[in-house]
C-alpha cells in the first residue's frame, strides 16, 4: 500500500499518526517537502518514535529552512519547487507519505498538495478536536472528492468529542481508523501501542 497523510489544518497530528502507520505496518516513510526545523524534521522524529528495524525513512525531495507554507519557504530559499523534481522512492514495501499542512497548501504559483496525491495513493485524513474542526474535515473531504480521489480512512487526534466524531462519520461516511488520544508524551512504547490497536483497520483499507 501507498498511503497518503494528511490533515485538516497544521499541527493536528500528522506525524503522530504517520508514526503509527509506519510502526503498524512497519512501513517505509518519504516526506516529499520539509519546510523548518530541519534539525529536527518530521523525519527525524518517525525515526526516534518508531521501534521496528524494517522501516526505511526516504530522504526529503526538498529541505526548505523556513518553517512556513512550502512556496513561501522556497522563494526565501531562492527556489521554486518543481512538481518534476519529486520523485516517490522506489520500494517494495508499505510506503506513508506525509503532506505539509494541509491538502490546498501551495507549493508554487500553481501547484498544491494535493497535487502530490496519485491514484494508487490511499489517502488518510487527520481530524484533530478544535472548535470549527467539523467544517475542516468536512471540506477536506470535500475538496479530495472534487479532485477524483477517496478518502479510505479518518484518524482522529485528541480527547474523545463523541458528537464530532458521529458528525463526521455520518456526513462523509468513511471509516474510522481510530483515535490518538491526549498522552503526556509519545515515545516508542506510545506509538506501539497504538500501532498494536490500528492495525487490523490499517490493513483492510
Known sequence: MKIFVTGISTDVGKTIASSIIVESLEADYWKPIQ??????????????????????????????????????????????????????????NHLVIEGAGGIFVPLNDKDLIIDLIQPDYKIIVVSRHYLGSINHTLLTVEAIRNHGFEVAGIIFSGSENKATESMILNKTGIKCI????????????????????????????
Open 35 to 92: 519546510a523548518g526545523d530541519l534539525d529536527n524534521s518530521d523525519s527525524h522524529k518517525i525515526k526516534s518514535k518508531i521501534s521496528n528495524l524494517k522501516s526505511k525513512i526516504f530522504e526529503n525531495s526538498y529541505k526548505l529552512n523556513t518553517p512556513a507554507s512550502p512556496h513561501l519557504a522556497a522563494e526565501i530559499d531562492g527556489i521554486k519547487i518543481d512538481l518534476k523534481q519529486i520523485k516517490e522512492p522506489e520500494t517494495k
Open 178 to 205: 481510530g483515535r490518538i488520544d491526549e498522552e503526556p508524551y509519545f515515545d516508542q512504547n506510545v506509538i506501539k501501542e497504538y500501532a498494536d490497536l490500528f492495525r487490523d483497520n490499517l490493513l483492510n483499507l
